[in-house]
């Protein structure tokens, strides 16, 4: 049942990353939306990290496939190779330090 429910998050969280992303790459020309479902994973990691049921292995797939180490590494290459530096700066400091603090806040929260 945990691995139905960890495929099942997944599954949705893939998707909801999918329209997030493409959403804000049509807005900005920073990549918005890799650090928008990074921090939002992040938090919701967070909150969950301690919760021990059933849905929350649901919600960790949603978390894990929300969230995306690779698109944020090839966004990095991206403003290295195009060198923009402040681009790749802001982003590398944005996502890991509002990613961080949006976990401890949801560890926080979730006491």
Not at 40 to 66: H, R
Request: charged share 10%.
């Amino acid at each position: 049942m945990r691995l139905a429910l960890f495929l099942l998050g997944a599954g949705i969280g893939s998707g909801t990353r999918f329209v997030i992303v493409h959403y804000f790459r049509e807005l900005h020309r920073f990549p918005t939306g890799v650090l928008v479902v990074n921090v939002c994973g992040s938090f919701l990691l967070g909150l969950i990290a301690a919760d021990k049921s059933e849905i929350a292995y649901g919600l960790m797939g949603f978390c894990g496939a929300l969230t995306t180490w690779s698109a944020f590494a090839l966004d990095l290459f991206e403003s290295l190779r195009n060198r923009a530096s402040k681009t790749f700066l802001l982003n590398l400091l944005l996502n890991y330090g509002i990613g961080i603090a949006a976990a401890l806040t949801g560890i926080w929260i979730a006491g």
